[in-house]
């Protein structure tokens, strides 16, 4: 079975500040994918980023870096001097290798307030 | 732009009703899935396909039925609709050929079942 875990239900944080959201994930699969989505106000799913679990190298894309930890079953988000345009509710997903589609945790909503 | 359209994008019905909701694609995937989004449940798969008649169920399927006739469309029925399938209903395919890529959704459909 996969399952996804999003611990945090909501975050609110004052723009410029770093905000960390967590993904903690369980799998049976050795091999398996990993996803980061958001999903603004305006409603659209937006794909950030997908990892593969053979592939443990950290990864930054601008302000936004994601730390996967295959120790822990991690794969957390950290949006650095964050902005009120990044406030919106993100997803982690897991796939397994054998699966076709994609587990979603329930989703973190985070508000960035001037 | 991932070319996929969903119609109608917003629907109020009764319950007891027949509904069908419609995704068509452009660019030719074979992977299209159907979930819905609910508030505190994240996006949950309700069923799949994995190519022209080929279909299976995800973990939300109850009165819910699929069809796929054509690449390009992934037809989701409720045969008879009930308030608790009131929801935001969310169509995706898969990148690349394969079903280990991202998913790109369609913008939405927002059904109400009165």
């Known amino acids: 079975a996969q399952k996804v875990t999003q611990a945090q239900t909501e975050i609110s944080v004052v723009e410029k500040e770093d905000v960390t959201l967590d993904c903690v994930y369980e799998t049976r699969d050795t091999t398996y994918y990993l996803f980061w989505y958001k999903q603004p106000p305006s409603g659209e799913l937006v794909f950030l980023i997908r990892r593969n679990s053979f592939d443990e190298q950290n990864e930054i894309s601008g302000r936004y870096s994601w730390n996967f930890q295959k120790s822990t079953s991690s794969f957390n988000f950290t949006i650095t001097a964050s902005q009120v345009v990044d406030s919106a509710v993100y997803f982690c997903?897991?796939?397994?290798?054998?699966?076709?589609?994609?587990?979603f945790g329930k989703g973190t909503s985070l508000l960035v307030t001037p | 732009d991932a070319g996929i359209t969903q119609s109608p994008r917003h629907k109020v019905t009764e319950t007891g009703t027949p509904v069908t909701l419609r995704c068509h694609q452009t660019e030719n995937h074979r992977y299209m899935y159907w979930y819905r989004q609910d508030p505190g449940h994240g996006l949950r798969l309700i069923h799949y396909?994995?190519?022209?008649?080929?279909?299976d169920k995800g973990e939300v399927s109850d009165g819910y039925s699929v069809s796929r006739s054509k690449t390009e469309d992934f037809l989701l029925t409720l045969e008879s609709a009930t308030s608790s399938q009131t929801s935001v209903y969310f169509c995706?395919?898969?990148?690349?050929?394969?079903?280990?890529?991202?998913?790109?959704f369609g913008e939405g459909s927002r059904l109400t079942v009165l």
């Open positions: 997903a897991l796939r397994g290798y054998s699966g076709y589609a994609l587990n």
């Open positions: 995706a395919i898969s990148s690349g050929t394969g079903n280990t890529g991202e998913l790109f």
């Open positions: 396909s994995y190519g022209v008649k080929d279909t």
